[in-house]
C-alpha cells in the first residue's frame, strides 16, 4: 500500500508519540535497576541516570543476607500457595451445584453472590470477626477471606454452565457420582478458566499486604511485600503518619540497598510476566461478572 | 411458586406451608452429593462477606469490647453526628472528592487514547512491544510502583537528575503538598493506562473493514478515520466503561494513596479509607464504622444508579 505524505507523517508521528510513552514508563523500572547495580558513592553522581559506570551486586549481597527477607519469602510463597489451593478447590467446588439448573433456591443464592460485590461491612467488622475467631497472626487470616469471592465464583461458574450437559449425563448414565463428575469431566473440561483464575489469584496473593499489615503482628509472619515496604517507604519518610513512634525501626538504609528490595520483591512477577501476559488479556475479555 | 400457592388457599396455607417446606427439604436431599459440595466454599463466603455486616451495628453502640456488640449500649445517631462535626472526616471527605474527580476526568480517557494510537500501528511487532511495556505496571503492588517512585523522585532520584539537565533545582516530590495530586494521577495513568485500553482495543479490532475501506475512497485522512469511523465505533464501549466507574466513585485508591502518602503530604492525601484505618489501628471502632458506613452506603447508592444508567444505555449490558 502507497502512503501519502500526509499518512506518511501520522505514522512517524504517532510511532514517535508511542515509543516516548513507553520508554517514560519504563524509566523509572530502568532507574531503580541500574540503582540496585551502583555502589553507593555512584548514587549522588549526576551522571547516573540509567546504569552505573561500575555495577557492582554488592546491595543484593547485602540484601540477600538480611534475615528476614528469608522468612518474608517463605511467608510469601506459603500464602500464595495455599491461597492458590483455597480458591480453586473451594470455589470450583461451590461453583459446580450452581452451575446445575435443577439445584434448589440457586438463583437466590447467586444473588447473595452478587450482593457481596456490592456492600459488605468494611475492615473494621473484618477485624474484629478474625480476632475473634483467634486467626490473627496465623497464616488462615490471609488465605480463608479470599478463598470463595463473588468474581471468581461467577466467573467459574459461567463457564461450567457451558459444558455442554450431554457430556454429564451420559456419565451419569454409566453410573458415575457427582463427585467423579467433577474431577473426572467437570475439572479437566475447565482448565482454561481454572489457569486464568490461578494466574489472577497467584499475581494477587503475591501482591497483597494490607491483610498481613492488619492481621499478623509478629514480623516473623511478615510478608514479602511489607518487607519492603519497611525498608523502602518507611525509611524514607522516617514514619508514615497515623503509626506508631518506633525509633528502632526507623534505621538509615542506603539508596541502593532500597533499590535491590525493589528488585528482589518485583523478579518474580517480572519472571513470568512475559508468559502470563496473554492469559490475562484472554482473561479480562472472559470475565465478564454476569449473576 | 410454592410459597405463592400456600398464600393463596387461605385455610389451608399451614399444611401447605408444611409440605412446601417438606418439599424444598426433599430438593435438597435428591442433591445430597452436590449439597455436600457446595456447603464448605459457601459456608467460608458466608462467614467473611456477611457475618461481618452484623459488626455494622457498632456505628450505632457504645461498643465495649467485653461485652460484644448486641450487648454493648445503643448510642443511636451519636457517632455520626461526632464524625461530620471532626475536621479529619471533613477533610478525608474533601480530599477524597477531589482526588475522585481528578481521576475521573484524567485517568479515563486516557487508555481511549492509547489503544485509538495504537490501532494506527501497523507494525504488530512494534504494537505489541508497546502493549507490553504499558502493561507492566498494572501487575505490580503498589508497595512495588511507591517504592519505585520513592527511589525516583527522592532527592538523588533519577527524576531530578533530569531535570538537572535542564537547570531544574532538585526537590523531594513525593513530601510537597503542592505535588502531591498531579503524582497522584500521573502514577495512576501509569498504572492503568496500558490494562485499561485492552478492552477498548478489543473493541476497535471488530470494527467493520469495509467503513474504512469506504472511508479511503472518499480521500478520507487517516486522522479524519480515526475521528469518524474508529471514535464513534467505540463510543459505547466508552460510555459503559464511564458510566461503571461512576459505581466505584468513591474508591479513590486506597493501596496508592497509602504507600505514597507521607506525614507532610497528610492534609491533602487523606481519604475516607485512610481515615477509617486509622480509627481502626487506634480501636476508635464506632467512629471508624461510622465513616465506613457512610462510605459503603453511597458507595451501593452509586453502583445502582451507575447500572441503571448502563441499562437504560444498553439493556444487554449492567452489572446484574
Known sequence: MKLTRGERIFEAANAALLTLVSLTMLYPLLYVLGLSLSAQDEVAAPRLLLMPLHPTLSSYAKIFAHPQLFDAYLMTIERTVLGLAAVLLLTSLTAYPLSRKTFPDRSFIMKLFVFSMLFNGGIIPTYLLIKNLGMLDTIWALVLPGAVTAFNLVVI???????????????????????????????????????????????????????????????????????????????????????????????????????????VVSAPILLIYPFVQRFFVKGILLGSVKG | ????????????????????????????????????????????????????????????????????????????????????????????????????????????????????????????????????VTYLPHFFSWVILAGILFSFLGSDGGFNKLLGLFGVEARVWLIEPAYFYAIVVITHIWQTIGWGSIVYFAALASVDPTLYEAAIA????????????????????????????????????????????????????????????RRLLTMDYELGMASSLFNSGIGLVLVVIANRLVKLFDKEQGLW
Open chain 1, 157 to 263: 461458574r459461567n463457564f461450567f454452565e457451558s459444558i455442554p450437559g450431554e457430556i454429564m449425563e451420559s456419565a451419569r448414565m454409566d453410573g458415575a457420582g457427582e463427585w467423579r463428575i467433577f474431577f473426572r469431566i467437570v475439572l479437566p473440561l475447565s482448565r482454561p478458566v481454572l489457569a486464568v483464575i490461578a494466574l489472577w489469584t497467584g499475581v494477587s496473593h503475591w501482591n497483597a499486604w494490607f491483610d498481613a499489615m492488619i492481621y499478623m503482628q509478629d514480623t516473623k509472619h511478615q510478608v514479602l511485600q511489607l518487607f519492603l515496604r519497611r525498608t523502602v517507604i518507611e525509611a524514607s519518610l522516617s514514619l508514615t503518619p497515623g503509626e506508631e513512634m518506633n525509633m528502632a525501626r526507623v534505621t538509615y538504609t542506603p539508596e541502593t540497598l532500597k533499590a535491590a528490595t525493589v528488585m
Open chain 2, 1 to 132: 411458586m410454592a410459597r405463592g400457592d400456600a398464600e393463596l388457599s387461605g385455610g389451608h396455607g399451614y399444611m401447605q406451608r408444611q409440605s412446601a417446606i417438606r418439599l424444598r427439604w426433599r430438593a435438597y436431599a435428591t442433591h445430597k452429593q452436590l449439597v455436600f459440595m457446595f456447603l464448605p466454599g459457601f459456608l467460608v463466603f458466608v462467614l467473611f462477606s456477611y457475618v461481618p455486616l452484623y459488626g455494622i451495628l457498632i456505628a450505632f453502640k457504645h461498643y465495649q469490647l467485653l461485652d460484644g456488640v448486641w450487648r454493648s449500649p445503643w448510642a443511636g445517631l451519636e457517632h455520626f453526628r461526632r464524625l461530620f462535626a471532626g475536621h479529619a472526616f471533613n477533610q478525608a471527605l474533601r480530599n477524597t472528592t477531589i482526588i475522585a474527580v481528578l481521576k475521573t476526568l484524567l485517568t479515563f480517557p486516557a487508555p481511549v487514547i492509547l489503544a485509538l494510537l495504537l490501532n494506527e500501528i501497523r507494525f504488530v511487532r512494534f504494537r505489541r512491544m508497546v502493549q507490553t
Open chain 2, 218 to 277: 472518499d480521500g478520507a485522512s487517516r486522522w479524519r478515520r480515526v475521528w469518524h469511523i474508529s471514535l464513534p465505533s467505540i463510543m459505547p464501549t466508552v460510555i459503559i466503561m464511564f458510566l461503571l466507574s461512576i459505581g466505584h466513585f468513591l474508591s479513590v485508591g486506597f493501596d496508592q494513596i497509602y504507600n505514597l502518602m507521607t506525614p507532610p503530604t497528610s492534609s491533602v492525601g487523606e481519604i475516607l479509607d485512610t481515615y477509617v484505618l
